[in-house]
């Protein structure tokens, strides 16, 4: 069966100091592998996804993502913080020949001055 | 543009009353899906919908009930039998049939229950 382990529930950084939010999934086969992040009562907005085509993914507001299938880990990094990243951020996994993705717990990322 | 609507952004309802949820969508995606938020447990799949007249129950579905008559559009109904039905929720859609279609979300309704 499909997971995902966000293996931190809050991060805390300053800004201008570099941010990484750490995701492990287990599955059975190549998965497909998303970033999202959620603002305070707000929806779900893709900030990138790992489709096989490349290992290292860049998404939007400088993100970018890793696919490490030797340690099973698709972590989010991003050079920088900028107070308006501070948000939660969900690590999600695409079950092979199946619509459901399935969700991490999140992480919250606080992003002090 | 393109996206998803939900309606109401606020909910308040009685405990014992049902309470429809909005979903549209104009992004012509065939699957649609309802998910539930509580804090510190992520999203949990409610229902979900691949094709018009057509749904399948999620982790989560007892208490709620959807429908499908329109490609645009999937309501959730959250009905007296869900014992705790305070929580945020979402709707989303997706390309059927490709692995690699992220979802596209609303911006959820907070539904409280008294």
């Known amino acids: 069966a499909q997971s995902v382990t966000q293996l931190d529930s809050h991060v805390s950084v300053s800004e201008g100091t570099p941010v990484l939010l750490r995701c492990n999934y287990s599955?059975?086969?190549?998965?497909?592998l998303f970033w999202y992040v959620q603002h305070p009562n707000k929806g779900l907005q893709l900030l990138l996804k790992?489709?096989?085509?490349?290992?290292l993914v860049k998404g939007i507001n400088g993100f970018e993502a890793e696919f490490k299938k030797s340690e099973t880990s698709f972590h989010l990094t991003k050079p920088s913080a900028h107070m308006s990243d501070a948000a939660e951020y969900f690590c999600?996994?695409?079950?092979?020949?199946?619509?459901?993705?399935?969700f991490g717990t999140g992480t919250r990322l606080l992003v002090s001055p | 543009d393109g996206g998803i609507t939900q309606s109401p952004k606020y909910l308040f309802r009685k405990e014992g009353q049902n309470v429809t949820l909005s979903c549209e969508q104009n992004?012509?995606?065939?699957?649609m899906y309802w998910y539930r938020q509580d804090p510190g447990q992520g999203l949990r799949l409610i229902y979900y919908s691949q094709i018009v007249n057509d749904f399948q129950k999620g982790d989560i579905a007892e208490g709620y009930s959807v429908s499908r008559e329109k490609k645009e559009s999937f309501p959730l109904t959250v009905t007296s039998a869900q014992k705790n039905p305070t929580a945020f929720y979402l709707c989303a859609s997706r390309e059927p049939g490709q692995l690699n279609s992220p979802l596209h979300f609303g911006n959820g309704t907070r539904l409280t229950v008294t």
């Open positions: 790992y489709t096989s085509a490349a290992t």
């Open positions: 599955s059975s086969y190549s998965p497909s």
């Open positions: 992004l012509n995606h065939d699957a």
């Open positions: 999600v996994v695409s079950v092979t020949g199946f619509q459901k993705l399935v």
